[in-house]
């Protein structure tokens, strides 16, 4: 008998789950149920190239639809609504564009969760407003691109990537750009205080008006948003405000169905979750990641894949871990950021480059003397190195990274190999 | 219509066919090579796309650009004729190209 995985969103994590599947001899049917009225796409050009106008929505398909007919790979268009796990079935909701509510059942004999996140939403005076955006998919992308106007105002809300991102894209098309941090600066949570200064610098000099401690109290505008308001009275007048405060799992599906959930969907080193029918994988996943020995959900498209290549090996029997190093990048401008590893807990920062007014530097985050995350800004040598380091536990000298005359090659030669003995 | 060769590190080999104006990248992805992981999505960011270009072809294809070179420099499966897959746009003259991967990407 024919054995069925269905597979519950289609984006990063679904599109390779579905190729490693076929990679990995799965031989039964696959099915991808997605709400979004298109294939697996690229989404972190939404906020960078896709927005600027540099890439065209027909260059972010992830894979052809070609391929997926080739591998007898099927897609749905609808929204599971349920999952029956005692009878291994699941309730999709609209159907193929069917908007009556006509609901229909599924039966699995695997089921892979690959739900990711959404936006969180601000619940403020004026926050229904026309011309107020978020963005995480391509419809919200198409809207913004669609409300840009040369020369108007507008208003990003919250300092994080995806709006630095939006600031930097809006600029080059020619909006004024004003952008309200509500924390004490940019990208607060995720960098150093030193990288947070280069970022506010560079934006700065493209002509961001960027203003931190202030909290958006709500919008004003007839129908349409005109003005950003402040709690402490200050006032932005906007034609367009995009709204970028972080995103949430989509976990819900998972919590009804009685599936662990804490900070995303639990899963083993396997990506398995409570049920053993069941995987997880994306951002909607929270995994023991093994190079920094603790829980973690992560929000990034190389973390989707490589769960994904997990899980689809779960599904097919065989039990594969990974030493998955997290890493992300960002693009903003001309500068290229590229992030290895996870900064939290860190006790040391040495700075290799010019973060003052220079436009390529790479800040490195040392605990006890072991490298532990680095930010590479136009540094694709020192993003690669770090890796290296942080993935094979690698002792090195921090000192010595700061020195610019020591080649980057040989802040890792010259040191002592790794300390088998140092574990996570 | 022209046509690329893909070979993985244990032999196997995939033939597809060029389409002019994508990167090799893109086609790789297109036609499930495996090997060719992209997690950048074509960024030069990821350098999971590390191809070795057969002997003469590096002449087609050309040569490393600065910032592909740093991201290739500290690969461990380096080799002169290296080049990020999506780096390389797709021509008619590279009808025949033989590309090899690697063992391991980044
Ligand atoms: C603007 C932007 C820029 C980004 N830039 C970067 C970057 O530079 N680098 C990087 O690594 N990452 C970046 N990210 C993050 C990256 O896009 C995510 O980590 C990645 O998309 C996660 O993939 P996923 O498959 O887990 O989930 P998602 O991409 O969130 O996809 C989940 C899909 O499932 C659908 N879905 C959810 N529930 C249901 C249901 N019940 N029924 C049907 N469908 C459902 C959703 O609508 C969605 O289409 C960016 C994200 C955004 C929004
Ligand atoms: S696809 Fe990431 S470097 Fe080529």
Redesign the interface.
Known sequence: MTRTCLIVGASHAAAQLT?SL??EGWEGDILVIGDEPHMPY?R??LSKAFLSGEKAAESLP???A??YQ??DIQFRQGRVTAINRDQQTLTLVGGDGEKDGKSEQLSYDKLALCTGARVRKVELPGSDLDGIHYLRNMADAESIKASVVEGRHSVIVGGGYIGLEAAASLRELGMHVTLLERGPRLLGRVTAPEVSEFYHRVHTESGVRIHTNIAVSGFSGNGRVQKVICADGAEFPADLVVVGVGVLPNTELAEVAGLNVDNGIVVDEHCRTSDQNVVAAGDCANQFNRVYGCRVRLES??NA?EQARVAAASICGESRTSEFLP?F?S?QYDL?L?IAGLSRGYDQLVIRGDRLTGRSFAAFYFREGRLIAADCVN???E???S??IIAQNLAVQPDRFADESVP??ELLLADSPALASAGG | MGSITFIEHHGAEHAVEIETGKSLMQIAMDNGVPGIDADCGGEAACGTCHVIVDGNWISATGKAGDEELQMLDMTPDRAPTSRLACQIIATDAMDGLVAHLPEFQM
Do not use: G
């Open positions: 190729t076929r990679q690229q972190p050009p992830i894979r052809p070609a391929f080739k591998n498209v190389p894949t890493w990048w693009d290229k590229q540094r694709p040598q993003f690669v190195l890796k290296r980057v090659k």
